[in-house]
């Protein structure tokens, strides 16, 4: 039996209830799936954090989270965190920086019994997750932003080769295994150094795999095409904001937010979280969707079986997986999709399934 440890940072808001609702159709599953043990490590992170420790993520998190396989990272509140702590990077942010997770791999898919604005629609979206215009992650130290003057703000994009490359490595690796298109998104007709850094090294690294389509497409234009004609992408590659927004478009389009799913990985490390927010509004009230979490885990049990060369958890991922669409075509559903289902209530239907 292999045995793999998986840290687990609840977070804020509706984090506590969608992770919990994770780790126990995650800890069910591995009692149907033979030859799999997850030992589950929790640890500090966001308000909880603060107020014991005085971080949003301290060392001891960080250092202890070294040591896992993966981890699950619920969605943190830091807007609402106090002022000094708020000039730091928020804690996913500075788990991405820390251990270099410049991949964040978001799949965004119509499931069947889930309205879609766009029709049927298969794409995955590559975001490079280490630098761009968020200033906040692309510098060695402090935060890449000044204030000049009261009036006068300065916010600092880096773009390099380095970080193209592997993240269009990564995105055309990927397209290999699905339908070998590959569209890259930039604003390199106005942004033209940093921009046109980043698409011309894709197009170079795309070259190295010629069975691929190429395509670029302006920012402002892919998100009307994303609109009109989802269907038609497979491989969307792009930076780390636009990846950001489109990732957030291109969910609410295929059904909804809550059920988008994503993990930040790098070449030995992965963190699995969902796309959307920490929704305070209703946190403690039992009536969040867990689907996203649940499926950011299920990625990062794929990610693990590739990593490990373990069909078993890529067994496990496909159980979970299943279990969480046959809940969704009875009809048992969050108030989010429609449905009148408690987060628990949603977690134990899943649960049954699994048996």
């Known amino acids: 039996m292999t045995a793999y440890t998986i840290g687990i940072l609840l977070g804020d808001g509706i984090g506590p209830e969608i992770v919990q609702a994770t780790v126990d159709v995650l800890t069910a599953a591995s009692k149907v799936v033979p030859n799999v043990e997850l030992n589950w490590l929790e640890l500090p992170m966001g308000w909880s954090a603060i107020r014991e420790y005085g971080d949003a993520l301290p060392l001891l998190t960080k250092e202890a989270l070294g040591s896992c396989d993966g981890w699950i990272i619920g969605p943190h509140d830091s807007s609402s965190y106090p002022p000094e702590h708020q000039e730091k ?37 590559y975001r490079e997750n280490t630098e761009g215009f968020y200033p ?50 930039h604003k390199a007709n106005v942004i033209k150094l940093g921009y046109g850094l980043f698409l011309s090294t894709c197009r170079e690294v795309g070259a190295q795999y010629p069975e691929v389509r190429v395509e670029d497409y302006h920012i402002d234009a892919m998100a009307a095409h994303l609109v009109r004609r989802a269907k038609d992408f497979d491989v969307i590659l792009t930076t780390n904001m636009f990846g950001d927004i489109l990732s957030d478009l291109a969910g609410e389009l295929v059904g909804s937010l809550g059920l988008a799913p994503s993990i930040n990985a790098s070449d030995d490390r992965a963190m699995a979280q969902a796309a959307h927010g920490s929704a305070p509004d209703i946190a403690g009230r039992n009536i969040a969707n867990p689907i996203g979490e649940l499926l950011s885990a299920v990625m990062l049990l794929d990610w693990l079986s590739n990593r490990h060369n373990d069909p078993v958890l890529y067994q496990l991922g496909r159980l979970i997986e299943q279990a969480i669409l046959s809940t969704i075509a009875d009809g048992v559903r969050t108030q989010d999709l429609g449905g009148s289902a408690s987060t628990t209530a949603f977690t134990q239907a899943v649960i049954r399934k699994l048996a």
Do not use: C
């Not at 991949?103 to 604005?117: D, L, W």
């Not at 935060?143 to 300065?154: K, N, Q, S, Y």
């Not at 916010?155 to 193209?164: C, I, L």
């Open 89 to 125: 990077r928020n804690p996913s942010g500075e788990l991405r920086h820390h251990f270099d997770l410049y991949a964040n791999i978001r799949p965004n898919k119509t499931i069947p019994g889930i309205q879609s604005v766009v029709g049927v629609a298969d794409l995955v979206i």
């Open 136 to 185: 906040d992650r692309n510098m060695y130290a402090g935060t890449g932003e000044w204030l000049v003057t009261p009036d006068v703000a300065i916010s600092v994009g880096v773009f390099t080769r380095k970080a193209a490359e592997r993240i269009a490595h990564a995105a055309f690796q990927m397209a290999m295994k699905r339908s070998k298109h590959v569209t890259i998104v």
